[in-house]
């Protein structure tokens, strides 16, 4: 991800709608078809024009846009996002992303369950990788909106799994919407395991507003937050705002963030936890 990209995408999702009105339109579409194609993945131009009621011409320029901004690709006659940390939102990506930083962070997240307990956990691919812990801790109650993570604690014995419903998000291979949130907000649980895209300022942020609903619906349900993330979340950007670090109960970093940060997150007070990797025999 570079500074480039970082800087165009808040430009394009902050900038003041300018008075003529027709400006105003072009700006809300542009910012409509860039959440689509970071949602949906790549599409035909062509199905762009449709969706949104435009002409060929009017989606050619209002992609060459987007592209110049460095957020979307053209090739073809499909546009797609650009691989920036901005809109990996795919499963299928984040999954082959910071793997040993993650395995490390979910094993130190596992050390903070207790047999019994009833557990939220979202779709993250670092909180998926706390299944291998999870029938050291049983008997457990898992809830979660994540398909794979369904797939992955289905048949595990002493493992109660609370699978919540709504609408299908292929994106993330997860269940979003108003649904969801409804099912959630009808739970408690003893403890929510999650992790966002991106931390900025100290406060933690995501791509799609749909998964910060399910996210905060989480945290409100659960008695205790608990926050994972690897050091690359403290280099992005993204366009919605879950909570403060601050209103976690425990922040899991791995060992490979920078002590500038763990230095300032300890004087705001925040309960910081650094998981050490394999490799390493003592924690920094």
Known sequence: MTSQSNDAMD??????????????RQLARRQLITETVMLEGPMRIEDLTERFGISLMTAHRDLDDLVSR??????????SAAPTSLIEASDVYRSSR??????????AAAGFIEPGQAIFVDDSTTVLHMVPHLQDHAPLTVITNSLTMMN?????????????GG???N?????????TTNEIANLRADTVFLSMAAITDDMVFHQSSEMIDAKRAMLDAASKR?????????ERRALH???ALTDFDVVIVDDATPPAHIKRMHAKGINVFVAPRKHDKHMK
Do not use: Y
Request: overall charge positive; aromatic content about 6%.
């Open 226 to 234: 608990i926050l994972l993330a690897d050091h690359t979340k403290f």
């Open 167 to 169: 609408e299908f998000r």
């Open 98 to 107: 910071q793997s040993p930083e993650k395995a490390a962070i979910a094993a």
């Open 11 to 24: 430009h394009l999702m902050s900038e003041e709608m300018p008075s003529d009105s027709r400006q105003a």
């Open 152 to 164: 992955e604690l289905r048949g595990l014995r002493d493992i109660t799994l609370l699978a919540l």
């Open 70 to 79: 460095g957020l979307l690709r053209k090739t073809r006659g499909t546009v």
């Open 241 to 243: 705002s879950l909570a």
């Open 171 to 179: 994106w993330c291979n997860a269940f979003l919407g108003r649904m």
